[in-house]
């Protein structure tokens, strides 16, 4: 993970694709383009200090046009206990626009997404597409960005074990255990549907959306979240969103 992993395997990859049609034959010039880049790392940390976990997730998605779109989908959680502690931020942003008239539509956006502290594993996945389409009366865009990013750090894989107690229960066969699972956090999505009616049908009108899912569970633990939302009537949709998470 960026500035936190020594990364062992890398994998890019990068298309860009423009075409044009401005023939007589051609009722109207036409140009296209499509442009996709993804990336992914895995690795280990360079260190071993224990010195918590910082978690980080945003992203920008903006659309300019008659009709038009912005979308952001962010997920963050980190849990950490005596044995192990584990991370995980996703950030995927979208917009889309479109105009008539001999207007020019513009959608663009930008994903970020990481994890500071040691990890024994680590995984971080990079991804941007973007394409347009524009001809003498109509003009459109569309534009994704993903980034994620996890990390897993065992602490003490002994750790809160009593092999006395373990002769003993061998002995009892029939004894309760003391220990109990954790309870977890109930998701948001498990929560609420999420059902808006918003993805049925064509664009239409100016929409901005934010589905965010943010939570820390252990000691000295910190949740933050920011979110601007804006839509203007034939003319643009925003969505900014900054979410933070710290353990201790």
């Known amino acids: 993970m960026p500035g936190t992993s020594k990364v062992t395997r890398t994998t890019s990859y990068s298309v860009t694709t423009t075409s044009s ?30 010195s918590g976990t910082v978690a980080q997730a945003s992203g920008d998605a903006t659309a300019i046009g008659e009709e038009t779109s912005a979308t952001a989908d962010v997920t963050a959680w980190a849990r950490s206990d005596d044995i192990s502690s584990e991370a995980y931020v996703s950030t995927h942003m979208t917009s889309a626009s479109g105009t008539t008239g001999g207007g020019t539509a513009y959608a663009g956006t930008t994903a970020y997404s990481d994890i500071t502290g040691d990890a024994d594993y680590g995984f971080s996945l990079d991804f941007n597409e973007s394409g347009s389409t524009k001809t003498s009366t109509t003009s459109s865009a569309y534009s994704s960005s993903l980034a994620q990013d996890y990390a897993f750090d065992i602490k003490d894989v002994y750790a809160g074990s009593d092999f006395a107690a373990a002769d003993e229960d061998a002995d009892q066969p029939d004894a309760p255990s003391a220990e109990t699972d954790p309870v977890l956090p109930q998701s948001a999505s498990d929560l609420d549907s999420g059902d808006c009616g918003c993805g049925d049908g064509d664009l239409d009108g100016n929409i901005a959306l934010a ?21 203007i009537e034939d003319q643009f949709s925003g969505v900014t969103v900054v979410t933070f998470i710290g353990l201790a």
Do not use: F, P
């Open 211 to 231: 589905d965010i899912d943010a939570w820390a569970m252990g000691d000295n633990s910190l949740v933050e979240v920011d979110a601007s939302l804006t839509a």
């Open 21 to 50: 049609s401005d023939s007589k034959a051609a009722t109207a010039s036409t140009s296209d383009s499509y442009q996709m880049d993804l990336k992914i790392q895995a690795g280990t940390s360079s260190a071993d200090g224990g």
